[in-house]
């Protein structure tokens, strides 16, 4: 549930843990950002709430509304409730006034619950300072569970909550239930409170836009594992390439019971990822839970629809690492001419056409992945206007000769507005023209930037997560005036220690 209320002046939302309310830097979405891009919401904030605390956060949608939520913070007339989990307090209820950052301010306290292991409490605030219930409840000798920037035990993410609302300008209490896993973690931070407590911080809150994504992101969980949601169905991919996918399944049966169970999906396939995928039949090895997919069946995101496959392929049709990018295509390719290189099954292409482009062209070598796009393109009642190209050639090959028409006739030569490359990392086109992204993205570069027109814009993104962190943004930032390091989706977040999941790049020429 992401939205809370709404009425003309006034929205709510039940922001998730992990993001924040505003972005730290021009390539990443805070939670206002992300409401502008998926849900054309231009917003002002009338509250705030850390990265990792959940709860509501109040926005207005007209400047003299946000004018209002300042008269009532400093009148303190709102008031708002969280809830929390740490260790027992031998106190059932107090109040703490230790001053903030040189300012006063006061959050009262009272123990909801103790279970075997951690209590439930309630805090209370008028005017929040910054980390105000976090430094005050560490200030009262019970850390936050999960709080690691004030003592509190290690946990996924911080258990802390904004449940309730009392606003003057709304007639109604604004209510966010406290997450059900909170009562698991008081009595066990097991595998089933760490499990509930991850898919927690996404499927509610994306359930707004799509009913596809990550759940479990590489990194976050012992096991080596991702765990990714399409429609009714997961796909769990292992990193344990030498375990039989049937004897890893039921390594694996009660987390896949817990995972089917928390995301309400009908069965599970369980694949094993294969560094070198190309020395051996893709997926060949694999194994089901429950009700096995379809042949094939729908994603959903907005209001688009994608083929889908997970019983034999490497890859699904859907890529969910891109979907922040592929909304920001759709929204500013109106009247423009759009490329999509290397574009499988031509996701990018039908946000491109869904947003008015002139034309879109998609370019790949693989007919098979061309021909699922046409479906996509069909699916969605796009490209009847013949502004859909769908072009069987090797992209390194298309470039050249776009480049090639502008060498030898640039007054014929119609640039393009917007040009989209997400390369593999590595791929066979037969004969020995094996394609290596690292030796591939310099000339990849320089021919887009050639031939996109002079306010032009590009969009690159790869997945060589062994590759040099400076080495692609260098080599960018030597075609374009501008180049921009965009972040993930909430649901692929960066790990510590490990390289980013995949590298995207917003370039302006």
Known sequence: MTFLYRDDSWLAVNKPSGISTHRAHGGELGLVEWLQLHHNLELHTCSRLDKETSGIILFAFTAEAAAEAQRIHEKKLAEKTYFFIAASSPQDSWKCSTPLDGKKCTSRFQKIKTGRRYSLYSARIHRGRTHQIRRHAAASGISILGDREYDGPPFVRLCLHCACVQWPEIDQELHAPTPEWFNLCINNTNDQAVISALINRRT???????????????????????????????LITSFRETIPAAQLLKQLAPLIALLTELSGCRGAVLKTHLRDPHKKKLFADIAVWGEAPPQSFL?????????????????????????????????????????????????????ALAGGAEVVFSVDLAAGCLNQGKENTALNNLGQSGNAKFIKEDSRKWLARQVRKKTNSPGNFTPFDLIICDPPVFASSGKGKNFHVEKEWPGLARSISEIL????????????QAGSKSFYLDTLSKHFTRVTKLSPPLDFPAIKGQPPHVSIFWCEK
């Open 204 to 234: 509610p809150f994306l359930s707004s836009l799509t009913n596809s994504c990550r759940l479990l992101h590489r990194g976050e969980y012992s096991k080596d594992i991702t765990v990714d949601k399409y429609a009714e169905y997961l």
């Open 299 to 351: 994603a959903r995101e907005h209001d688009l629809f994608f083929k889908v496959q997970l019983n034999d392929r490497q890859h699904t049709g859907l890529f969910l690492d891109q979907r922040d990018s592929r909304r920001r295509i759709q929204m500013m390719c109106r009247a423009k001419r759009v490329a999509n290189l290397f574009s499988f099954t031509c996701s990018f292409s039908i946000y």
């Open 453 to 464: 027109s002079k306010d032009g814009s590009a969009l690159f993104a790869n997945n060589h």
